[in-house]
């Protein structure tokens, strides 16, 4: 949590806590001075003339204090669509296809990622395959890791829906392959997803998918519901559902930086 006071930032570190806030306001109120807490980027602006405005720091020393959070400053995330151009990965039984709604879901993640400081790269960002044409499934999932290879990226999130031959399957899961940041990555998206989203929570689990399985950074492959269930079909095919999708997504990569 940082202090600006005046607009100069205290040269003090302390964690966000519900006493100091309470404490901070006690004194403000005491003093008839001006604050204001910006929850999301943990910052406390206190103004001693009430009668200025809260004086926001300028926009070089902070780049964006409407940012959800600043622990994303810095890092790089690459987003990986699932399928895409002639594989369109599970079909509902509207019609409806996988590549589009992971597309969709992955564009609007990059968005909230990149407003809040992140550099994101993506295996794909239109409906094509990333290999070429006519690549094996194989030759596909192979692309895709030489992709995120070529990114350093700090983390890399697959983006699935899920599909069964029972139409009842539903619900949310999100995959790693055993190693301990990306367990802690799967963890904390899935449960965030499950808030978001509001769908079954299946759980983050240990799965062995070729791309997580050989991608060199943390890596997770969320299966964000069930395509082949009319309800959860309709709901990846919603805008609604779609940014719900993405927000919390967000919010487990937020999540995970948390220290
Ligand atoms: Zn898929």
Redesign the pocket.
């Known amino acids: 949590m940082r202090i600006l006071l005046d607009g100069q930032q205290l040269p003090i570190k302390i964690p966000v806590s519900k006493d100091l806030l309470l404490t901070l306001k006690t004194i403000a109120l005491a003093q008839n001075w001006r604050i204001h807490y910006n929850a999301a980027t943990s910052v406390i602006y206190l103004n001693t003339d009430s009668h200025q405005p809260i004086a926001y720091p300028d926009r070089q020393a902070l780049p964006n204090v409407e940012m959800d959070s600043t622990r994303l400053l810095g890092k790089s995330i690459c987003i990986d669509p699932?399928?895409g151009g002639r594989d369109p990965?599970?079909i509902g039984p509207a019609g409806t296809y996988?590549k589009d709604n992971t597309l969709a879901i992955a564009l609007l993640l990059r968005e909230r990622l990149e407003r809040n400081g992140a550099k994101v790269y993506m295996t794909r960002e239109t409906d094509q395959s990333v290999a070429h044409d006519s690549a094996t499934a194989q030759e596909e999932v192979e692309a895709r890791i030489w992709a995120a290879k070529q990114t350093k990226a700090d983390l890399l999130i697959s983006i699935?829906?899920d599909g069964f031959i029972s139409s009842t399957a539903n619900g949310a899961t999100t995959y790693h392959h055993g190693n301990a940041d990306a367990s802690r990555l799967a963890t904390i998206v899935q449960k965030r997803l499950i808030e978001s989203l509001g769908v079954n929570d299946r759980g983050a689990r240990f799965a062995s998918f070729f791309v997580i399985r050989y991608a060199p950074m943390p890596s997770i492959l969320v299966e964000v519901a069930f395509i082949s269930n009319p309800d959860e079909e309709l709901l990846l095919a919603s805008e609604d559902g779609r940014s719900r999708a993405a927000n919390g997504i967000f919010e487990g990569i937020v999540g995970y930086y948390r220290v």
């Open positions: 699932g399928h990965g599970a996988e699935h829906n």
